[in-house]
Each structure stands twice: as C-alpha cells, then as structure tokens.
C-alpha cells in the first residue's frame, strides 16, 4: 500500500530558451551555439553558421513577415533526441532519460506522487506543474497521482515479462489491444511521458479514467504541452489501446495542433514531413501565439544542414525516425 502523502517542492524554474541576435560576428554565433544546445536535445551538438537567406512568410500575422535564416549543422546521432521524438512499437528509444528530474522533490504540492524514483525531463517539469496546478485551483483537493513517468529498459522488460507470464497463465484475458511496450520500445524511456492513478484519501489506488472532474486534464492538457498519446480512436495507428492515463510531452503549439486536427503523433510526424523550410506549416496556439513548424530529412553522413532563424528563438528535435522538426515563433 503507498501511503497518500501531499508533498510540496520548491518550483523547479526552468530556463531553455536563449536569445539568437541577427549579428555577424563571431561572438554572436557562439550565442548560437548555446541556444541550440539547449533547444535541440539539452546536451547539443557542434553548431556551425553557414550564411544568410529572407524569406517573407505571408499571412500569418495579418502583415507580410520576414524572417532572416542562416544555416546549421547538427550531427545526425541527434536525430533520437527531443521532445518530438517517435517511440513506439517500429521505432526504439535510443536514449535513456536525458536531463532527469525527481518530481517528488520539484512538486508544487497540488498533486501526489508515487515515490522518490518518479522523474521526468526537466524541460517538462514547469509544465506539470502548471497543469495540475491550475486544475488545483479549479476543483480544489484532488486525488491525482502520478505513479509513473521515467521507465528504464530495465524496468520496462520486467514490467513486460510479468504482463506476458499473466496472459500465459490465463490471469489476465487477451484483448488483441496492446498496453504494454516491449522493452526498448517505450516511450517511458526517454523521460517525456507520465502516467496518472488517483489515490484517496485512504491510500487506496484506482485507475485513472480522465471521467468527471477529471476530464478538464484531458481536455485542456495541450495548453501545456501534453497529449493523450494513446487516443480511442487511434489504436489501428499507435499499436495501443486507449490509455487516458498517459500523457506525453510535445509542446504546446504540436500539442494544440494534434488535438485540434485529431491526430495522434505518428500521423502527426507523418504530416510534418510534407512542410519544408519554404512551405511550414503554420500553427496558432491557444494564446493566438504564431509559430511555423518544418522538417529537415536527415543527410548522409555525420552531419545535417539544417535552416534556422538568424533572428529570434527555435527549437529543433529529431524525430527518431529520419530527420528534425524545427519550431520557432512569429
């Protein structure tokens, strides 16, 4: 039996944006350079500039905007890096919790955790926090409880295995829908995703349904960041069943999109694939924010050349499969 215990952390602030001014000088490449470590994967690759283009992005502000580009290398390694990256049963988790945090210790108080191991990206710790504090401050006391969230391959294959032993042993029934990933192939690994219980206040555990009170998280999730990665109605496309207890981390302006066009993340990195550098796909946040959003494939070799803003922040995440997304707002 976990005993409920409501413990509040310091607030754990995270800074990974930096500013990138439009400048020719050395030192302000340098600037560069640290600004895509952060974005890109936490722990970046060797960045180097390679020049200047304008391109004039139309209709997006209510006024014609042009944006400065310069150019980029990124080793290809990080391809497997970023909050955009696609685990599932096709492609493997090539990391093993990048820049980890202890959600016990960093909590805000308004939600329960399971114990001392819980950790997360630390990118991603402000935005939980955020979500379950202002649900916090909607309903009241609630019984949430993240019982999950960071998994090693180590704890995923005995997850696994005891799952596989329980369907052997006729213990539990074999639906045809998969909840659990084989070791490798779950998206726990990397340190983006948490999975929710609730706990009463007599310690005892059920399953999170996102039902009642609880459906504003789901319905208002991606103003943070967070998907339900394994939607009802996606099963045919992610390999899973509807699981409303597992939210994975993209970033708001995916986010927004995925949940406004019904997309669950393996269409969505499908359909970023078609938007280049000269024609983004558009995004507009819940805030009215605008951002473009495009791909850069993957060269042979060690190294990519990919186009950035000479002018303003972005981010760029591999995509685990073949490529970058860079994101960037306007």
């Known amino acids: 039996m976990v005993t409920k215990k409501r413990h509040t952390g310091g607030r754990f602030h995270i800074r990974n944006k930096y500013p990138v001014m439009v400048a020719v000088t050395f030192l302000v490449y340098?600037?560069?350079?640290v600004f895509m470590v952060s974005f890109a994967v936490m722990a970046g690759p060797s960045i180097t500039a390679q020049g200047n283009t304008v391109a004039t992005v139309p209709n997006v502000t209510g006024t014609q905007a042009q944006i400065s580009y310069t150019t980029t290398s990124i080793e290809n390694s990080y391809v497997n890096l970023g909050p955009l990256i696609l685990v599932n049963n096709d492609n493997s988790c090539e990391i093993d919790g990048v820049n980890l945090t202890p959600l016990y210790e960093n909590s805000n108080g308004t939600y329960m955790v399971a114990d001392y191991d819980v950790s997360i990206n630390s990118a991603v710790l402000q935005y939980v926090n955020n979500l379950f504090g202002d649900f916090h401050q909607l309903v009241g006391d609630n019984d949430i409880f993240v019982n999950s969230a960071y998994r090693s391959k180590e704890i995923q294959e005995s997850i696994y295995n005891t799952e596989m032993q329980s369907r052997a042993d006729g213990e539990m029934a074999n639906t045809g829908e998969e909840f659990?990933?084989?070791?490798?192939?779950?998206?726990?690994?990397?340190?983006?995703?948490?999975?929710?219980?609730?706990?009463?206040?007599?310690?005892?555990?059920?399953?999170?349904?996102?039902?009642?009170?609880?459906?504003?998280?789901?319905?208002?999730?991606?103003?943070?960041?967070?998907?339900?990665?394994?939607?009802?109605?996606?099963?045919?496309?992610?390999?899973?069943?509807?699981?409303?207890?597992?939210?994975?981390?993209?970033?708001?302006p995916h986010a927004v999109y995925m949940t406004q066009n019904d997309l669950c993340l393996e269409e969505y990195i499908t359909l970023i694939k078609t938007h280049t550098v000269d024609m983004p796909l558009y995004i507009t946040d819940l805030s009215l924010n605008k951002w473009v959003v495009?791909?850069?494939?993957?060269?042979?070799?060690?190294?990519?050349?990919?186009?950035?803003?000479?002018?303003?922040?972005?981010?760029?995440?591999g995509n685990n499969v073949d490529g970058f997304i860079v994101t960037f707002k306007i």
């Open 180 to 252: 659990v990933a084989k070791p490798g192939y779950s998206e726990h690994q990397a340190g983006y995703s948490f999975d929710l219980s609730l706990m009463d206040d007599d310690g005892v555990i059920t399953q999170y349904a996102g039902e009642d009170k609880y459906s504003w998280i789901n319905q208002n999730c991606s103003k943070y960041g967070f998907v339900v990665r394994y939607p009802e109605t996606k099963a045919q496309v992610t390999g899973y069943g509807f699981e409303p207890w597992h939210f994975r981390y993209v970033g708001e």
């Open 30 to 33: 340098i600037f560069a350079f």
């Open 294 to 317: 495009y791909y850069a494939p993957a060269e042979s070799g060690n190294t990519t050349r990919i186009s950035i803003p000479s002018d303003r922040e972005y981010q760029i995440s």
